[in-house]
Every structure is written in C-alpha cells, then in structure tokens.
C-alpha cells in the first residue's frame, strides 16, 4: 500500500506547520498573503469528493480550525478557500487570509504579484504564533520528515 507523501511543489512552496488527524497544515512561503495549505494524508486523490464521507466532515472540521485561528490570530477581514489543483495535481486546499489592505484586494491572489518568501525571523514568529494557536485548538504535532 503506497504512503502518503507531499507532493515535490507543495514541498517547496511550503513551510510545515503540523498534521491534524487528517490534514498536513503547511504555510504558503508568501508573505504578501497569510495563506495556509491543507493537504489531507491520503495517497492518489485531486478532489474533494473522493475524500470518504467520514474524511469529508473532518475535513472540514479541520478547515473551520483554520479558518478560525486566521480570524482570530491575524485579524482576517475575509477568508479565501479554494481547492484549485491546475498545477499541483495533489488535493490541497488554500485557506487564505484577505485585507482591504492586502495588494490583491479585492480581486483573487493568484498571479497578482510574484511571492515574497519570509524572512527569517518573520517566518520564525508567524510559525510559532500559528502553531500554539492550532495547538490550542487541537493540533497533532508529529515527525513531518
């Protein structure tokens, strides 16, 4: 039976945050948005509905969680959730934090403006703040290597 592993480009893209009983939670590696990744662990699947019903509702269990945690932690004015896969062929779904403020605003993120990587110390932070936040609210902190 094939394990589950990260796609090379989610890989790249990404900073690990943590896994949910369902979902690797990654950080999109731009820091013109806060824009998490959820990635459920399941081997061969580009949809939603190929997720089993019981996946289904955890997932969307977990997705509420982040959503939550970017209201609550960066002040999101308004949340941004697609599950797109044209590049990356892997489900995943982008769960973005949206700004008046932001340089897309109020238009779609992608292809507006090539990513910003964080930088060390900002990415160091944000890390920390988003893993104690989803830590409070349940996250599963394990090996992600």
């Known amino acids: ?3 589950f592993e990260l796609h090379p480009q989610l890989r790249a893209d990404t900073h690990w945050i943590g896994d949910l009983p369902l979902c690797r939670v990654l950080l999109m590696n731009n820091s013109n948005f806060p824009w998490l990744v959820l990635v459920p662990k399941r081997v061969g699947l580009r949809e939603l509905f190929e997720l089993s019903d019981a996946d289904q509702l ?3 269990a977990e997705c ?3 959503s939550r945690v970017l209201v609550a932690e ?3 004015e308004k949340l941004n959730i697609a599950a797109l896969g044209n590049m990356v062929p892997q489900l995943h779904i982008h769960c973005l934090a949206r700004f008046q403020s ?3 605003w109020p238009t779609p993120v992608w292809g507006k403006a090539p990513a910003v990587a964080y ?8 890390l920390t703040r988003l893993r104690a936040a ?3 609210g349940g996250l599963v902190f394990v090996d992600a290597s």
């Open 64 to 66: 509420n969680l982040i």
């Open 134 to 136: 989803l830590h409070r």
């Open 1 to 3: 039976m094939a394990e």
């Open 74 to 76: 960066l002040a999101a």
């Open 102 to 104: 932001d340089l897309a």
């Open 119 to 126: 930088l060390e110390e900002e990415l160091a932070a944000l």
């Open 58 to 60: 955890q997932w969307l």
